[in-house]
């Protein structure tokens, strides 16, 4: 259960948190190498730029060569990280990614920024509600979508000691901290097991990336206001999936609100979905874009109006708990 | 079928003479490493196009005509100028070798077989169920094939990022890439010719099979290439130009890439003017034979000729 204060939390951004980690990385492995297109800057592989200027190739406004670069380097034994907007990567690298990294099985890690809506005032044409969906389709693809600063730090350092291609969904805007960067660690036997952020009763709300802290404080909100007693799911690893953590979960509640900031189709909605259906067929609720394009607007403004902030999971749980 | 390999052995391979290698060399030159005369050379390709019919014929289905066109470049570059260790296929100093042209795999596998990396007992499993020899090469089940391809326009980039790490590991090899010409459409292609320059990667050799047919027919009609060498030099690559087929000027181009390495701070790419099918008369100069498989009769006819060529070299 978590500690930290949800009304007043401490704010960092996940892709500080990364370039913070990366550099620190390139101090104790020489074999990390950095790429990116033109965005060091935004996705904070600046920080990493500044220290190990040898070790960083910025390839220019050019996403399938960054991927594939980062593809030839891992060959000579190197751990390419690169870096630009989620859509980039993920939309203008999708072949380089699944014909050349995925299928040859290279060490590659993905992991871009500003994926999400609340890469907000740029709009529609950067902001990446797919990506989840195009990378776990891939044979052989881990998806990793930390829910803060603490998560994003631990999945980096994860990602750089396993073998083999990751996609690590990071965003931009400073979000709350609701992980005790003490004490948070990954489980090294099963890294993608679920955290139970808060255990409930009578309805469970699965989230990933950052609708984890609007699931948080949808829940103590309905408990205080409304005796309602909401589970709060973390899917850190959106692949491979902890299919019995969700399973356990949805046998106890019998109801299952998903929350993320991606389309309703191939994301987590998704995965949640596909596994209850084959192993305990439960009720679902999607919260998500729902077949519709982002547009212009800050983060805060856009999670309300696409459905996907605290109070839209409040309002969907208390409607679906009084109905 | 016959079998080839009862009726026309393979040419016994030279050992490596250091004297063959560049002068600032600084590698061990793996015991075995085959190093063929040109004549040697001539044998092997002759004999390599068979297996490549072979091949293609008992699968049904392949590409032909791209793997004929690109023979002669395959058998000089790995049995008279690339160094790798026959034993070792992931000998960490070897040069390095990615077929951007991915639909010319039976002609990749028939070298790959010639050089050991891949056991000739599988030369009949090519596109068929549980075989390594996959219709485009899979890094995973062959040995000496770093990165998969066959999605085209993919191999330069991969070549740069392996030149960029050899680079941080002080390690000299060359990053050989063999692109085909309608591969050349692809803009992947043109970033990572962008970045091989701006890296100043000079190790990296890009060869384009300048065959002048793709799937749909000639590139001038598909989607004009034009004169490919200025494109290159236009984007700060040193360039050379040649007869694809003519075993002196290849190996001639190759040496000067090496020279180039180390007399300027550029990738070099050399462009290997072809003929699509080349050897089989009714395939030179068709598109219709990128991608089919010929019917027997048609295999017979190409066979003759080509066993006629190999043996006339005898």
């Known amino acids: 259960m978590s500690t930290i204060n949800l009304e007043k939390p401490e704010l960092k951004a996940p892709r500080n948190q990364y370039g913070e980690t990366l550099a620190a990385l390139g101090a104790e492995n020489p074999n990390i190498v950095v790429l990116d297109a033109d965005l060091a800057c935004s996705t904070q592989t600046q920080k ?13 406004i050019s996403e399938q060569d960054l991927i594939n670069t980062a593809a030839g380097l891992s060959t000579t034994g ?27 099985g290279l060490n590659v890690k993905v992991c871009p920024t500003h994926s999400g809506l609340s890469l907000g005032e740029d709009g529609a044409s950067h902001q990446s509600i797919e990506d989840i969906a195009l990378m776990r389709v891939i044979p052989g693809m881990t998806v990793i979508v930390p829910s803060d600063a603490v998560e994003t730090d631990r999945v980096i350092r994860w990602a750089a000691e396993y073998y083999g291609p990751v996609y690590v969904r990071l965003v931009r805007p400073n979000c709350p901290v ?41 829940a103590e909100r309905l408990q205080k206001d409304h005796g309602i007693s909401a589970e709060v ?63 212009s607007g800050t983060g805060d403004a856009l999670f309300k109006e696409y459905g996907i902030d605290w109070e839209a999971i409040y309002n969907e749980a208390l409607s679906w708990l009084k109905a | 079928m016959s079998s080839t390999l009862e009726s026309h052995p393979i040419p016994q391979s030279e050992t490596t003479s250091p004297m063959s290698q560049s002068t600032t060399e600084s590698r061990t030159i793996p015991a075995g490493l085959p190093r063929l005369t040109t004549p040697e050379l001539q044998k092997v390709a ?37 160094v790798w260790d026959p034993a070792n296929p992931e000998w960490k100093e070897r040069d390095r070798f990615i077929m951007s042209k991915g639909h010319g795999a039976p002609a990749y596998y028939a070298t790959l077989m010639q050089a050991g ?17 996959q219709g485009h090469p899979a890094s995973k089940y062959i040995k000496g094939c770093d990165i998969s391809t066959g999605s085209l326009g993919q191999g330069l ?40 320059a701006h890296h100043k990667s000079s190790r990296i050799t890009a060869i384009v099979d300048r065959n002048h047919l793709q799937i749909d027919g000639d590139t001038e009609k598909v989607k004009a290439l034009g004169q490919m060498a200025p494109k290159f030099a236009a984007f700060n690559w040193n360039t050379i130009e040649i007869d694809g087929h003519d075993y002196q000027q290849i190996q ?37 034979w990128h991608g089919k498989a010929p019917n027997k009769e048609q295999y017979e006819a190409a066979r003759a000729e080509l066993v006629a060529a190999y043996e006339a070299l005898q």
């Open chain 2, 117 to 133: 990396y891949i056991p000739w007992e599988e030369k009949n499993t090519l596109r068929k169920i549980n075989s390594n020899l």
């Open chain 2, 46 to 82: 002759a004999k390599l196009r068979i297996d490549i019919l072979d091949m293609i014929f008992e699968a049904q289905s392949g590409h032909p005509g791209s793997s004929l066109s690109c023979i002669d470049l395959l058998v000089n570059i790995w049995f008279s100028h690339m």
């Open chain 1, 48 to 60: 990493f730029a500044d220290k190990f200027p040898e070790r960083f190739f910025n390839q220019g």
């Open chain 1, 78 to 104: 190197k751990i390419p990280f690169c870096s630009t907007f989620a859509l980039f990567a993920a939309g203008k690298g999708w072949d380089q990614i699944r014909n050349t990294v995925c299928y040859s």
């Open chain 1, 233 to 295: 799911l973390n899917c850190l690893f959106i692949k491979p999936f902890d299919t019995q953590t969700l399973v356990a979960s949805a046998r106890k509640t019998g109801k299952v609100i998903t929350v993320e900031s991606h389309q309703i189709f191939g994301g987590l909605a998704g995965v949640v979905c596909e596994e209850l259906s084959a192993n305990h067929p439960t009720p679902v609720r999607r919260l998500g874009t729902q077949d519709r394009f982002g547009q």
């Open chain 2, 157 to 196: 980039s991969c070549g740069v990022g392996m030149a960029l790490g050899l680079q941080l590991d002080n390690i000299s090899s060359r990053v050989i890439v063999l692109m085909g010409d309608g591969e050349c459409q692809e803009g992947n292609v043109w970033e990572a010719v962008l970045s091989a």
């Open chain 1, 178 to 218: 609701i992980h005790d960067n003490a004490t948070y660690q990954l489980d090294p036997a099963m890294p993608q097991k679920i955290r139970v952020e808060r255990e409930g009763n009578d309805i469970t709300l699965v989230a990933t990336g950052e609708t984890v802290y609007h699931a948080l404080l949808a």
């Open chain 2, 252 to 288: 001639d181009a190759l040496k000067q890439a090496d020279m180039l390495a180390e007399d300027t701070d550029r990738p070099t790419v050399i462009i290997a003017n072809t003929t699509k099918g080349k050897g089989v008369s009714f395939m030179e100069n068709q598109a219709g």
